[in-house]
């Protein structure tokens, strides 16, 4: 397979981008090789600049639950354009967003649109410091919240620590009111909360990782998360940039049964556009500036052109939700399609799957922490990618992301992977 296009656009890239690639995940270093670059898409495929059709699993890192280029929200495009992509003042598309994902999700009475994930968390963060009058911060070891410097921590030495940063230009004392938990283990978090409990103003976590590959929450860790912040009174914040309408229309409390008291949007809300969002309570959320003291602000929060697509998004899925149901089903048929051919290869991996994210972890299982997800043979992983790749089908370049599903992925698409799944295996075994 060629890519020279693809590698002439790189070298291009490397004297005006740092590394190439405006982020880090598609620079490809991760599996040793130059990245792709796309010319277009439609449905289930991707096409790269030198012509290659791809069956592609990466569909933007989930927003796109319809595929690429769905008619279902392309109608009406241009006219919305024509009428301006950006004005400074409110706009009427805004209030009817916020009504739909209040009206979708229970727990919350009011959001605020933002631009990205990482502006979701950030600033739900610091709403819920303002509503407490707290400083102190919980995470999960492996959860990925955006790249704020209050986010980019590890667990230091101790089991029970203060963060330290992962990032050089993060300061220490910034990372200090962070503390770092194991995923799923709730004995620590009760440990965690007897010792500083009353300092802690907010929890946030992935009710499904999808940034250690795909390691679902367990029902009873969620669960214990709830009860423990009640007793402490400490603002539960459910991370659903990636889980956010795709697990559920009701996302994780759909899913789970369990309700936050705040809960931070991406990716699906904007079908693909730039976008974000953060909710709570009334009570919470009437912290935020211009009605409370937390100040928090974006010009192009809200922005028409990703309202108008977040908007016929969401219209779908709550029009169609037997659309769930339908990518659960496909999303079962691959993980057990990988599953089998593990079994007829005698390889002794891992696939983790919550609704249409699946994972195949090149590790002994059970997967259900970061520790677990490290233990991961990333060689062997690598040369899986690029077989492949070369087999035309296009998978996250990481070992620790999820393959996404979509409407437009066929069962033929899905049995195509299958096979090539075995095939990929075999080779890169030796078998």
Not at 50 to 69: A, F, K, R, T, V
Not at 176 to 194: A, G, H
Request: net charge negative.
């Amino acid at each position: 397979m060629k890519h020279s296009r693809s590698e002439e656009l790189y070298s291009e890239a490397l004297k005006y981008i740092p590394g190439g690639v405006n982020s880090p995940v598609r620079s490809f270093n991760s599996v040793g090789i130059s990245p792709i670059f796309a010319q277009k898409a439609h449905g289930s495929r991707i096409t790269d600049v030198d012509g290659n059709e791809y069956i592609d699993y990466i569909c933007s890192w989930g927003p796109l639950m319809l595929g690429h280029s769905p008619e279902e929200l392309s109608k009406g495009i241009t006219d919305m354009i024509s009428k301006g992509i950006s004005y400074g003042i409110a706009t009427e598309i805004e209030v009817e967003m916020a009504k739909m994902i209040v009206e979708a999700y229970p727990a919350i009475d009011q959001v605020r649109m933002v631009n990205s994930g990482t502006e979701a968390t950030m600033s739900a963060l610091r709403v819920a410091r303002g509503y407490t009058g707290r400083n102190k911060i919980l995470k999960f070891e492996g959860c990925y919240h955006g790249h704020s410097d209050g986010l980019l921590v590890k667990s230091g030495s101790g089991t029970i620590t203060f963060g330290v940063p992962t990032s050089p230009g993060v300061p220490a004392d910034v990372v200090k009111n962070t503390l770092v938990c194991k995923y799923n283990d709730i004995d620590e978090l009760r440990q965690i909360f007897k010792e500083q409990g009353e300092d802690i103003a907010a929890v946030i976590v992935e009710t499904v990782s999808g940034n250690m590959g795909v390691v679902p929450g367990k029902k009873e860790f969620i669960e214990a998360l709830r009860e423990i912040c009640d007793e402490y009174k400490t603002v539960l914040i459910f991370d659903e940039v990636i889980t956010g309408f795709r697990l559920a229309y009701d996302s994780s409390i759909g899913y789970f049964g369990v309700k936050p008291d705040m809960v931070c949007f991406g990716k699906i809300i904007g079908a693909g556009m730039p976008v974000g969002a953060y909710g709570g309570r009334k009570e919470i959320m009437d912290v935020v500036s211009p009605v409370g003291p937390v100040y928090q602000a974006g010009t192009l929060s809200g922005n028409p052109l990703a309202m108008y697509l977040g908007k016929k998004n969401l219209e779908y899925l709550r029009d169609n939700q037997d659309l769930y149901t339908e990518l659960d089903r496909k999303a079962e048929k691959l993980a057990n399609g990988i599953k089998e051919n593990l079994k007829k290869l005698n390889l002794n991996y891992t696939v983790n799957r919550a609704g249409s994210l699946v994972c195949l972890f090149f590790a002994e299982g059970p997967i259900e922490n970061y520790d677990d997800a490290i233990k991961c043979d990333i060689e062997k992983y690598n040369a899986y990618f690029k077989e492949m790749l070369d087999m035309n089908i296009l998978i996250g370049p990481s070992q620790y992301e999820a393959m996404f599903l979509s409407k437009a992925h066929s069962d033929e698409d899905i049995e195509n992977t299958i096979k090539c799944n075995y095939e990929a295996l075999k080779k890169v075994h030796n078998l």
